[in-house]
């Protein structure tokens, strides 16, 4: 089973930021959040990930907690293309096994409206 | 676009027969993926390899069988498919998790299987 939680649905405006919360109050040292999001009948697409400090790319931003607890999703000026399924996934590929397998819950419905 | 691509992109089969399905990438990654999508289940991770002929299970296996015998080719095998395996099928790729300290993985455009 996933270790985050998100709310199930969201809307925003169109222009305006979409910030997206992630919970994972479970994290442990060596896992990294990861967030991917699924455009309608495509494959999941990677966004953005970290481990403690906040980070910035071309598609986002994520803010991570210095608790590590929770951690939010920004698209600075969402668009009708970002109507999307996003996940939000704490994955340990420094585990015992040889890779992270990320696991991916039921995720966060973002319906950007004009 | 990572360079992931999958075939068939859509197949109608029926129950009892095989089904293979194939992923192919031209990006050199050594770590390939087998995930289903299902409705309330999100992806699940059938099966993976972390290199030409090395694979393992994933969580949910069973019914599957995969192989690897070039970097750029993993196959996934329904022996004799069931209406239980219909589903959204997606590949994906992904460097050494351990060397490259990102586990970043890219994914492919699924295959829609109906087994009737």
Request: charged share 20%; hydrophobic share 25%; proline share 4%.
């Amino acid at each position: 089973d996933a270790k985050t939680t998100q709310p199930t649905s969201m809307d925003c405006a169109e222009g305006r930021a979409a910030n997206l919360p992630c919970n994972h109050s479970t994290i442990s040292g060596n896992e990294y959040v990861y967030w991917y999001r699924q455009i309608h009948s495509q494959g999941p697409q990677y966004i953005i990930h970290g481990l403690k400090n906040n980070e910035t790319n071309e598609m986002a931003s994520l803010i991570i907690t210095e608790d590590r607890k929770s951690s939010t999703l920004i698209l600075p000026h969402a668009t009708l293309r970002d109507t999307a399924v996003y996940y939000c996934i704490d994955n340990d590929f420094h585990g015992s096994s040889n890779t992270g397998k990320l696991i991916f819950g039921q995720g966060t419905t973002l319906q950007v409206k004009p | 676009d990572a360079g992931i691509t999958q075939s068939p992109r859509h197949k109608v089969t029926e129950t009892g027969t095989p089904v293979t399905l194939r992923c192919h990438q031209t990006e050199n990654h050594r770590y390939m993926y087998w995930y289903r999508q299902d409705p309330g289940h999100g992806l699940r991770l059938i099966h993976y390899s972390y290199g030409v002929k090395d694979t393992d299970k994933g969580e949910v296996s069973d019914g599957y069988s995969v192989s690897r015998s070039k970097t750029e080719d993993f196959l996934l095998t329904l022996e004799s498919a069931t209406s239980s395996q219909t589903s959204v099928y997606f590949c994906a790729i992904s460097e050494s998790p351990r060397v490259k300290s990102t586990d970043t993985q890219y994914f492919g455009p699924g295959t829609r299987l109906t087994v009737l």
